[in-house]
């Protein structure tokens, strides 16, 4: 049963324009949301996260939204650039045991 | 510079045998991770270590073995249980009981069993 789904695994955009990935989730019990990029070979970095006491948090580049009562979150890239193509993966968390939940990842590809 | 290390970047292994993959981290975390990833799949949890001298399954633990005896390591045994071991093994740490879960990755292992 997977709680954390990307749908689209990949993404292609035009460098300059907005990348947006997308994530679902089914257990009510998260209540922090991570993003993750990761380059072949080699291990995930921390993006962006969000607390469910939010609908929105920003970092430059990047906002992540956050919808509770339709339980998906998104990832806005603005603009996108060649260096942004990679696999981003969306964690969740809740409860007491810290743990993170992922999603499969999306490969985004921005063209030049 | 604070980081995780694992070792080797690359581990060749033959069929029935066990390996260890080694994993160290000087961030003076207490929480440790290792995670599995396969072609067109999500990281997946094989044990984390909230403390020294403790460690849960996570969803994938069948034929993985782990120690924690130390705070700043946390080495993953691939038995020859384990059915499909070749992966990209990846290990992580934290901070618990903080309010968030970021966790810091360190480079992988692809483990290939022949």
């Known amino acids: 049963d997977q709680q954390v789904k990307q749908n689209s695994p990949s993404l292609s955009v035009q460098e300059g324009r907005i990348s947006i990935l997308n994530c679902d989730y089914t257990?009510?019990?998260?209540?922090?949301f991570l993003w993750y990029k990761k380059y072949p070979a080699e291990g995930p970095t921390f993006l962006i996260s969000?607390?469910?006491?939010?609908d929105k948090n920003e970092d430059g580049r990047f906002t992540v939204f956050l919808n509770k009562s339709a339980k998906h979150l998104s990832l806005h890239i603005v603009p996108s650039q060649p260096g942004d193509s990679a696999v981003y993966f969306c964690?969740?968390?809740?409860?007491?045991?810290?743990?993170?939940?992922f999603g499969k990842g999306t490969l985004l590809t921005v063209n030049p | 510079d604070g980081g995780i290390t694992q070792s080797p970047k690359y581990l060749f292994r033959k069929e029935g045998q066990n390996v260890t993959l080694s994993c160290e981290q000087n961030?003076?975390?207490?929480?440790m991770y290792w995670y599995r990833q396969d072609p067109g799949q999500g990281l997946r949890l094989i044990y984390y270590?909230?403390?020294?001298?403790?460690?849960q399954k996570g969803d994938i633990a069948e034929g993985y073995s782990v120690s924690r005896e130390k705070k700043e390591s946390f080495p993953l045994t691939v038995t020859s249980a384990q059915k499909n071991p070749t992966a990209f093994y990846l290990c992580?740490?934290?901070?618990?009981?903080?309010?968030?879960?970021?966790?810091?990755f360190g480079p992988g292992t692809r483990l290939t069993v022949l």
């Open positions: 992580a740490s934290s901070i618990p009981g903080t309010s968030y879960n970021e966790q810091f």
């Open positions: 964690a969740a968390s809740g409860g007491s045991n810290y743990k993170l939940t």
């Open positions: 969000i607390s469910s006491i939010k």
């Open positions: 257990n009510s019990m998260f209540d922090y």
């Open positions: 961030l003076n975390h207490d929480a």
């Open positions: 270590s909230q403390i020294v001298n403790d460690f």
